[in-house]
């Protein structure tokens, strides 16, 4: 009877410790959710014929992309409408205003993949579904990835149609097209 539980309590430490080297060598080989550790996003719009620039900060994005396997890479990212910013402050709450962004009921500007396509060495382009005023259009991206270190970086410029997403209406004086420019950089 001694020799059993003896052989039995043998046996527990075996699969204790399977168990236990089993948890550790799963944990080393997890990935780590890169996270955004410098965003830029700023616009270009022509209103009276004068360029006029602005950027959104507070940029939250789920990034997984990997140049070696495109079709299982996604992006998703937000930004905070309100956190528009010209340089005027009028300007800016005009802009939250229902006329423009409509802050109120639309917090949130949304971008989500859809495809990725390599070009060639470090330029990519992307198909995005990107939502503003819950209205969603797909966008086409062109973007470069760069790897250094422990670090990746996205720089991008694309062009919006802003009536495609009911924003300032029918206004005369603004041009209806902006140009985007986003820069993201991740830990890796």
Do not use: W
């Amino acid at each position: 009877m001694l020799c059993l539980k003896l052989r039995s309590y043998s046996m527990m430490k075996k699969i204790y410790t399977a168990i236990i080297l089993a948890i550790l060598v799963s944990n080393s080989f997890a990935q780590v959710k890169p996270t955004v550790t410098k965003s830029e996003i700023t616009f270009k719009i022509k209103n009276l014929g004068i360029n006029c620039n602005g950027n959104f900060t507070g940029l939250q994005a789920d990034i997984q992309f990997k140049p070696t396997d495109l079709t299982t890479s996604t992006i998703e990212a937000s930004v905070d409408a309100a956190s528009v910013n010209t340089d005027n402050g009028s300007r800016d709450k005009h802009l939250k205003s229902e006329d423009y962004f409509d802050v109120a009921t639309y917090p949130k500007i949304k971008l989500k993949s859809v495809s990725f396509k390599h070009k060639s060495g470090n330029n990519y382009i992307g198909n995005f579904n990107v939502t503003i005023r819950d209205k969603t259009k797909l966008i086409e991206i062109p973007f470069t990835y760069t790897e250094t270190g422990n670090a990746a970086v996205f720089n991008g410029s694309f062009k919006i149609t802003r009536t495609d997403f009911g924003i300032g209406g029918k206004n005369l004086i603004l041009s209806n097209e902006a140009t985007v420019t986003v820069n993201v950089e991740i830990s890796k």
